[in-house]
Nanobody
Framework: QVQLVESGGGVVSPGESLRLSCVVS????????MAWFRQAPGKEREFVAA????????SIAVPVKGRFTISRDNAQNTVFLQMNNLEAEDTGVYYC?????????????????WGQGTQVIVSS
């Protein structure tokens, strides 16, 4: 059974950076595409970024493009989300998710496995 464990969240001031990590364990059939989603209070879960584990092709959501990057480390079985120049609007719970497709998908229901989430708060 696949397990995803996120870490790296915290409380930061606007303009600061955080790096989230998602350690992947278990079979890889459901983690060919790895993504980060976020959910702010009272809002729907939204796509942030995704990466093809094999090709490293990636996609970044428009609201965070130029500030966030997604990467993966094969040796550590870990996916990272580097978040720079954080804004108050980036506040939320960030979830790591895995999908068994070979192309990047953008809707939460298309992902098969989820982590427990890590809280990010950006506040002055």
């Amino acid at each position: 059974q696949v397990q995803l464990v996120e870490s790296g969240g915290g409380v930061v001031s606007p303009g600061e950076s955080l790096r989230l990590s998602c350690v992947v364990s278990g079979p890889s059939d459901s983690t060919k595409i790895m993504a980060w989603f976020r959910q702010a209070p009272g809002k729907e879960r939204e796509f942030v970024a995704a990466i093809n584990w094999k090709t490293t092709g990636s996609s970044i959501a428009v609201p965070v493009k130029g500030r966030f990057t997604i990467s993966r480390d094969n040796a550590q079985n870990t996916v990272f989300l580097q978040m720079n120049n954080l804004e108050a609007e980036d506040t939320g719970v960030y979830y790591c998710a895995g999908a068994g497709t070979t192309w990047i998908v953008y809707r939460a229901h298309e992902y098969d496995v989820w982590g427990q989430g890590t809280q990010v708060i950006v506040s002055s």
